[in-house]
Structures are given as C-alpha cells and as structure tokens.
T-cell receptor, first 114, second 111 residues
C-alpha cells in the first residue's frame, strides 16, 4: 500500500516568508508526527496528533511554528517569518494508533531558507 | 548530555563482513527500541523494533537490548553494498508518543 507522502519534496524560500509543508499519512493511521532533521543529526520531535487534535506540541521550537490536521488525515506544518536556522528536512510519520512505538516515515520536505 | 548517544562513524566494511552498530542511552524509562535505515535524501525506514530487553532476529539483522547497561546493538550479517546507508537508533517511553533518535551511523559496505 501507499506509504506516507509529503509535498513539496523541496522548498526554497526567502528569510521572512511563510511556508506550508503537507503530509498525507498512511490510510487508516490515526497518529501523526512531525520531526525536523538537521544535517548530520537524527530527527527531533516537533508535534504529535491523535486524530484532529495536537496531543503533544512540546517540540515546536517557538510560536512561529504551527501545525493542523483538520479532518484527522492530512496535516500541514506552517512556519511564519522563516529564518535561516529553520533550514532542515521536515519529516512526517504516522502509526496505526496511539501508544504504538513503530512510526513510519515519509520522504521529507527539504526546506532551505535563503 | 543527549539522551541517546550514537557514534556517527563513518564506518566502512568489506562486503560479507559482520557489522555491529551501537547506541547508549541515559533515560531508564525507555522501553521501546527501534532501528531505522536511512538512505541519502530519503526518509527513515523502520528495520527492527523491540520491547524491553532481549534479542530479535529478522533475516540478516539482529537487534539486542541490554537495559541493565542502557546499551542497544544492531548486527548485520553478510553485509551487502545495498546496506550502505545511515542507521539510526530510536527509543521511546511507555505511554509516550515521540521518539528520541541517535545522530545516526553512516555505513559503507565496499564490494
């Protein structure tokens, strides 16, 4: 079956601009996660959704970052007033239900802020 | 100190060698342990998943967890050039939903 998909695969934006990154989880997976991976590092947790609600957003670095999942499937990560330090690969993962440790990742969106 | 430590390598081995990859961790609450493989410019792919201590084998891959030492390992037997990738360990606490990752070890298997 289809895995997690993310669009766009690459995004280049200027400092100060607004960006949206989209994640389409595996069909039927109720839990959705966003991570950020900087060069040479492992992914770092940003936010977790169970259904439509953000159950844990403790990893969001500041209030410029926001994510939604209005219908419990597709999620959008939104970054306002982008900074060069936001440049990274943004990964989305899903799992079939909460409390399940296995998470299945998408290919990521490579964000470059110039 | 990071919660999960992993030697970034790089590690180069000849084809057919046994590869040993390791992570240490500091949080005794971690109960779930995973290994992911990540090819260049791709997302992490789940390889192995274990709960608590013990061994788990899947084909050429064996995962070991030693909770008393806070040490986990992944062994790859008969390594192949297609195994060349970055290997990430990850772990989580019971009831938690986010994974804590190591930095990844970059492996190259030379034909």
């Amino acid at each position: 079956g289809a895995g997690v998909s993310q669009t766009p695969s690459n995004k280049v934006t200027e400092k100060g601009k607004y960006v949206e990154l989209r994640c389409d989880p595996i069909s039927g997976h109720t839990a959705l996660y966003w991570y950020r991976q900087s060069l040479g590092q492992g992914p770092e947790f940003l936010i977790y959704f169970q259904g439509t609600g953000a159950a844990d957003d403790s990893g969001l670095p500041n209030d410029r970052f926001f994510a939604v999942r209005p219908e419990g499937s597709v999620s959008t990560l939104k970054i306002q007033r982008t900074e060069r330090g936001d440049s990274a690969v943004y990964l989305c993962a899903s799992s079939p239900r909460t409390g399940v440790a296995e998470q299945y990742f998408g290919p990521g969106t490579r964000l470059t802020v110039t | 100190q990071k919660e999960v430590e992993q030697d970034p390598g790089p590690l180069s081995v000849p084809e057919g060698a046994i590869v040993s990859l390791n992570c240490t961790y500091s949080n005794s609450a971690f109960q779930y342990f995973m290994w992911y493989r990540q090819y260049s410019r791709k997302g992490p792919e789940l390889l192995m998943y274990t709960y608590s201590s013990g061994n788990k084998e899947d084909g050429r891959f064996t995962a070991q967890v030693d909770k008393s030492s806070k040490y986990i390992s992944l062994f790859i037997r008969d390594s192949q050039p297609s195994d060349s990738a970055t290997y990430l360990c990850a772990m989580s606490r019971t009831g938690a939903n986010n994974l804590f990752f190591g930095t990844g070890t970059r492996l190259t298997v030379i034909p």
